[in-house]
C-alpha cells in the first residue's frame, strides 16, 4: 500500500513537471507565515497560476538545494520521498527564517511558436521574435530548460532579522522585513542575478487578500534591480522574476529560464 502510495506521488510530481508550464509559477508555501516560538514550521512546494497550484511531493531527484536560513547561517533541509507538506521542521532559534529552495533543471518543448511567444510577452520579454530568429532557430519543436529558484520568509517568535543573498543564481532579497516594517511604506527587494542587481527586470507581484481573492500586477525594477512593492495589511504575496537567455552553445535545448520566486505576509493589523 506505501509502495503505491508513493509511486502515485511520483508520478503526479512528474506528470506537472513535464507539462507545458508556460507562465506558471512555482513557489513555496508556509502553512503559517508566522508561528510561536518552538512552534514547527511546515511548507508545502506549489506549481501552478494565480497564486493556487498542485502541491509537489518531496522528491530528492527534483531537489539540487533545500535549506533554512536565520542570521546569516544556511542548514540544509532532508526530507523523506514523498513527504507532503515537502518541508516540515522544529526552528528553535527565534527571528527571521528563509526556507531555500532550488530545483534540477527540467525541460519542456515548444509545439508552436504561439506557445513560446505568448510565455515570452507574459514575462517581459518582447524581443524575442528577434532573438529568436538571430540564432536561427526553429519555430517549432525547440525545447527550454528551466530551473526554479524559491525563498519563503517565515517569522518565529518576533520573526527580527533580515533576508539575504544567500547565493543562487537568479533571486529576490527582500531589503527590508515585512513581519517587523511599516507596509504603508511598501516592502523594498532587489533582483539579482548571478550576484549582482539585475536592471529593469519585471516583478509580477501576486496579492492574495484575507478572502482568497487574488491579483496580479507587474512592476519594473529600477537601475540597480530594487523596486517597493505596494503591500497591504493581512495579506500574502508571491514575487517573480524570471531570466531569459540563449543556450549555451552545443546544447540540445535552444532557450534556458531561471525563475526567481520570492513569498512572504504581511500581518493583519
Sequence with gaps: MQYRLFCSLLSAGLAVAAAPALSHEFWIEPEKYQVESGEPVTARLRNGELFKGAEQPYLDHRIARFEVMQAG?????????????????????????????????????????????????????????????????????????????????????????????????????????????????????????????????????????????????????????????PVLPGHRYLLDAVVLRPAPVGQDYAWESLWADLTFAVPPR
Aim: net charge negative; proline share 8%; charged share 20%.
Design 73 to 229: 547561517s544556511a542548514a540544509p533541509y532532508a526530507g523523506r520521498m514523498g513527504d507532503m507538506p515537502a518541508f516540515t521542521s522544529g526552528i528553535a532559534q527565534d527571528g527571521l527564517a528563509v526556507i531555500i529552495h532550488q530545483t534540477r533543471p527540467q525541460r519542456l518543448v515548444y509545439e508552436t511558436w504561439e506557445d513560446f511567444q505568448t510565455f515570452a510577452d507574459h514575462k517581459g520579454f518582447g524581443d524575442i521574435p528577434a532573438r529568436h530568429r538571430a540564432l536561427g532557430l526553429p519555430e517549432a519543436g525547440f525545447a527550454e530548460q528551466y530551473t526554479r529558484f524559491a525563498k519563503a520568509l517565515v517569522a518565529v517568535g518576533q520573526g527580527a532579522g533580515s533576508d539575504l543573498p544567500v547565493g543562487l543564481e537568479t533571486e529576490i532579497v527582500a531589503l527590508d522585513n515585512p513581519y517587523t516594517g511599516n507596509p504603508a511604506q511598501g516592502l523594498p527587494v532587489q533582483v539579482l542575478y548571478q550576484g549582482r542587481p539585475r536592471p529593469h527586470a519585471q516583478i509580477e507581484i501576486f496579492a492574495k487578500a484575507p478572502d482568497a481573492g487574488v491579483t496580479v500586477t507587474t512592476l519594473p525594477a529600477e537601475a540597480q534591480g530594487k523596486a517597493v512593492i
